[in-house]
């Protein structure tokens, strides 16, 4: 059984800092990438952090020099540090792994975990 589950989220003062966890199990192929995604109240989901198995990391502009992600392969389990957060950054924030096998992608997301900075 596939599960993909985060924790971490929190309320926090502006300024402040969390660390979101996710651990990925029961994946059948290989996880080439994991990362965090975010979805505030009306607007679409967007990409926060991505990292691939090589290390190979891309961040969303609004976060970079904030956000650091990590990953530990062994444990198919992805880090996001957040820094200097602030109310823009409230969210309910989603773990994404991935894997590609023949062609075909496979992504598997977590319930999600909500942030909620305060100003």
């Known amino acids: 059984q596939v599960q993909v589950v985060e924790s971490g989220g929190g309320l926090v003062q502006a300024g402040g800092s969390l660390r979101l966890s996710c651990a990925a199990s029961g994946i059948r192929f290989s996880i080439n990438a994991m990362g965090w995604y975010r979805q505030a109240p009306g607007k679409q989901r967007e990409l926060v952090a991505d990292?691939?198995?090589?290390?190979?990391?891309t961040y969303a502009d609004s976060v970079k020099g904030r956000f650091t992600i990590s990953r530990d392969n062994a444990k198919n389990t992805v880090y996001l540090q957040m820094n200097s957060l602030n109310p823009e950054d409230t969210a309910v924030y989603y773990c994404n792994a991935r894997s590609w096998d023949r062609g075909l992608r496979y992504d598997y997301w977590g319930q999600g975990t909500q942030v909620t900075v305060s100003s």
């Open positions: 990292i691939t198995s090589g290390g190979y990391t």
